[in-house]
């Protein structure tokens, strides 16, 4: 019984140092670097969710959704 249990803890190190050469050798292969660009969308272009209106009905919306479905289930009487 010795030998099974010597052995698969001999497998798990050794796929422990293979995932680690692994995950190595991917972080070394990135050779370029991501541009972001941080700044789309400012300014007048914002897109339909920049107006400020827009997040007023959508939260009135809401909130009159809420109101409704937590007084739904009361009875009156």
């Known amino acids: 019984m010795k030998k099974i249990t ?3 803890a001999f497998k798990s190190a050794l ?3 293979v995932f680690i ?3 190595a050798l991917q972080s070394f292969a990135q ?3 991501i ?3 941080i700044n789309a969308g400012a300014g007048n272009d914002s897109g339909f969710f920049g107006s400020p209106w827009v997040w ?3 939260a009135a919306i ?3 959704l809420l109101v409704a ?3 739904g289930g009361r009875r009156t009487g």
């Open 69 to 71: 479905l937590l007084r």
């Open 31 to 33: 050779e370029k670097k």
């Open 56 to 58: 007023i009905v959508g």
């Open 62 to 64: 809401f909130i009159l």
């Open 35 to 37: 541009d972001v660009d």
């Open 6 to 8: 010597s052995l698969r």
């Open 15 to 17: 796929l422990l140092k």
């Open 21 to 23: 050469f692994i995950a």
